[in-house]
Each structure stands twice: as structure tokens, then as C-alpha cells.
């Protein structure tokens, strides 16, 4: 079926693990996108992608590592998390990117770190 | 970067016209104004876009003042599905210069 998915839905994880969040995309948009979503902050971005191997930093980047080796996929590294890193993320994707083109979000992983 | 805020609740009954605000004081130039809408355990959904005066679809319709510091989303007889929070996003071609407002957690009563 197109559209996003995202991998695990769920995740549980101890302070100082490594875990990995994955998205996938079957559009073939050129733009990914990875938030964050916390109760009064609404949804910040933390990198986002334009092609495979082009990804740059958003509002909230620290902790957290990227790569894009296929369009279709872009993954989200936290090296060593923190507590400070439970939260909701939802990857996204788009035709290009800025705000002026429709994004479409993933379902959201929920990420809790002990 | 700038905030943009909204209001943090509202509360409406079925059959009502319901209007959510954001505000977004240090809107740019080439900024557009998006709204999504993100039912719990999902991912936001695309609603409206515009970039100024009345946009309008089949769902909603997008107010945008002239000096564009701020927007309204209305959501015209709303029913119970539309219990959802609504966010606004301002930005324009710079991607690492996206905001989401806050977020407004609407219910619908019957």
C-alpha cells in the first residue's frame, strides 16, 4: 500500500541505549521530515532531508542523528538517549520542502526512555 | 525562532461554526499559513493552506488578514468527528525555518 509507515510503533528504552526509529515512504517524495511532539510544544523538527544523502539540521537536532542512503527511507538515531528524549515522533514527507507544500505524516512512533 | 501560539482548548457543540486562531506575529514575506488536523494515535492531516485574504474548501475555510499576523481557521457546523487537535504552520521555501503553532485541542459535544 503507499503512503508512510513507521517502525516501531512503540519503544521502550533505557537511558544511554542506542535506538533507532524508522520511516519509510512509498511516494517517492524528495523531502523527509522527523518531529518531535511534547505537550505544550507542539510538533518541532528535528532534521529533514531533501534527497538520499542530503539532510540538514532543524530547530531541535541535539541527541539525534540521520541518514538517507535511499528516498525512500529515513531513518532517526538517538545515540545515547535521555529522558529528555520520551516523546512522540512522527516522520514525514513531501514533493519539495518548506512550508508551502502539503506534508503527509506517518502514524508516530512513542518513545519512552527509562 | 519566532513562536506561534494558539489557543490551548475550545469547546463547541455539533451543528456550530467554530473558529480557532494563530498567531504569528513575525510572519515573513514568503511565509504560508497551514493547517493540520491530528485525531490521537495518528499523524497530522493537511486541512487548508493559504497565503492571504479567504482561501476555502470543501472543509474549511482560512482567514487571513492584511498584515497577516495572524490566521483563523473555520470549521463550519462541526459534529463529533471533528474532535481533534488543530495546528497551524507558518513557513515558506527555507525548510529549517518551519513552526508549528502550539496546537488547539477543540471537542465537540453533541
Known amino acids: 500500500d503507499a503512503g508512510i509507515t513507521q517502525s516501531p510503533r512503540y519503544k521502550i528504552t533505557e537511558t544511554g541505549r542506542q535506538v533507532t526509529l524508522m520511516c519509510h515512504q512509498t511516494?517517492?517524495?524528495?523531502?523527509m521530515f522527523w518531529y518531535r511532539q511534547d505537550l505544550g510544544h507542539g510538533l518541532r523538527l528535528i532534521y529533514y532531508?531533501?534527497?538520499?544523502?542530503?539532510?540538514d539540521k532543524g530547530e531541535v537536532p541535539d541527541g539525534y542523528v540521520v541518514s538517507r542512503s535511499k528516498t525512500e527511507n529515513f531513518p532517526l538515531t538517538l545515540e545515547s538517549a535521555t529522558r529528555s528524549q520520551t516523546s512522540v515522533y512522527f516522520c514525514a514527507s513531501s514533493e519539495l520542502g518548506g512550508g508551502v507544500y502539503e506534508q503527509y505524516f506517518g502514524p508516530g512512533t512513542r518513545l519512552t526512555v527509562t | 525562532l519566532a513562536k506561534i501560539t494558539q489557543p490551548i482548548s475550545m469547546d463547541s457543540y455539533e451543528g456550530q461554526e467554530v473558529n480557532i486562531t494563530c498567531s504569528h506575529n513575525?510572519?515573513?514575506?514568503?511565509?504560508?499559513i497551514t493547517w493540520y488536523q491530528q485525531f490521537p494515535s495518528q499523524g497530522p492531516r493537511f486541512i487548508i493552506q493559504?497565503?492571504?485574504t479567504k482561501v476555502t474548501n470543501e472543509v474549511a475555510s482560512l482567514f487571513i488578514p492584511a498584515d497577516r499576523k495572524s490566521s483563523t481557521l473555520s470549521l463550519p457546523r462541526v459534529s463529533l468527528s471533528d474532535t481533534a487537535v488543530y495546528y497551524c504552520l507558518v513557513g515558506g521555501p527555507n525548510t529549517d525555518k518551519l513552526i508549528f503553532g502550539t496546537g488547539t485541542r477543540l471537542q465537540v459535544f453533541p
Open positions: 511516494w517517492s517524495h524528495s523531502y
Open positions: 532531508s531533501a534527497a538520499a544523502d542530503i539532510t
Open positions: 493559504g497565503y492571504k
Open positions: 513575525n510572519i515573513a514575506t514568503n511565509d504560508y
